[in-house]
């Protein structure tokens, strides 16, 4: 059974662009979360989808968004890119969410300059 | 406010050498708590859930034991490949909605 994947590895962009990374889930997971990590603040939850609705969101400013589609990929956006958003973005798929184990990808790696 | 607080920050043992990391959380109606493993450059993978005090799983080196606040990951004799960041979280939240709520990491380093 494939992983999670997640694409792509790594970015570079500039202050003021916007980015879209992208994630798919364990075949038959529903449940897609998204955690941002950085050596200062560790991981940190950014949101949850689950069958195409948003059920839960950290607290992050609203230039990071993201959806799910039908197939359960998922995608994350964050728009006016500042350099503090430089961080590993990690996605997790499970089958059904709550308090059940998640299944990382090996992040996305975004560095803005 | 629900907390994970994970220590040591950093341990370097010999290979062989027993020890035990520490993760003491506050949290509203625990309803699970996860430990994770994470190698360099690659994404947090499952260890083990607990979800009441009291409770213990082990997988080979590892064991993990819960109490009301503090959770303990115990390594035995440990090798070099075990070598990682491991990583306590607990979950919050209710129903099939949460999210996992992480400490910062004990970073273990196993010489031969």
């Not at chain 1, 879209?20 to 038959?28: E, K, M, Q, R």
């Not at chain 1, 195409?52 to 890119?81: A, C, I």
């Not at chain 1, 709550?98 to 803005?112: D, I, R």
């Amino acid at each position: 059974k494939a992983g999670v994947t997640q694409t792509p590895r790594y970015l570079i962009k500039t202050r003021g662009q916007q980015v879209t990374l992208s994630c798919s889930p364990i075949s038959g997971h529903r449940s897609v979360s998204w955690y941002q990590q950085t050596p200062g603040q560790g991981l940190q939850f950014l949101f949850e989808y689950f069958s195409e609705t948003q059920r839960n969101k950290g607290n992050f400013p609203g230039r990071f968004s993201g959806r799910q589609f039908s197939n359960s990929r998922s995608e994350m956006n964050v728009s006016t890119l500042e350099l503090g958003d430089s961080a590993l973005y990690l996605c997790a798929s499970s089958l059904d969410g709550g308090a059940e184990k998640l299944f990382f990808g090996s992040g996305t790696q975004l560095s803005v300059l | 406010e629900d907390q994970v607080t994970q220590s040591p920050e950093a341990l370097r043992l010999q290979e062989g050498e027993s020890s035990s990391l520490n993760c003491s959380y506050t949290v509203s109606g625990l309803r699970g708590l996860f430990w994770y493993r994470q190698d360099p450059g690659k994404g947090p993978e499952f260890l083990f859930t607990l979800y009441s005090a009291g409770e213990e799983k082990e997988k080979e080196r590892l064991k993990a034991t819960l109490t009301k606040k503090e959770s303990f990951l115990h390594i035995t004799a440990p090798k070099p490949e075990d070598s990682a960041t491991y990583l306590c979280a607990v979950h919050h939240g209710s129903g099939n909605t949460g999210k996992l709520i992480f400490g910062q990491g004990t970073t273990l380093q196993v010489k031969p």
